[in-house]
């Protein structure tokens, strides 16, 4: 079962701090993922910094989305 992000912020660097449904607040850092044709148009800065809670998991205004499982699984913990 996804644990779902339920509150996501943009940070420096391409990076995201993401608060999840079970208390945790990791930070995931999207700036690997940005070489994927995918991922390409949250290069721009502008759109990148218009992420929100979507689902179980996070999206941006150009319809870009990161599975709940990846955001999860990939990123570290910053504070409980």
Known sequence: MSIKA??????????????FENGEVKRFDVKPYLQYKAFRKIKNIEIFNTV??????IAWVDGTDICPDELYNNSYKIKD
Do not use: C, M, R
């Open 6 to 19: 339920i509150d996501v912020k943009p940070l420096k660097n391409y990076e995201l701090e993401i608060t």
């Open 52 to 57: 929100k809670v979507e689902g179980l998991s």
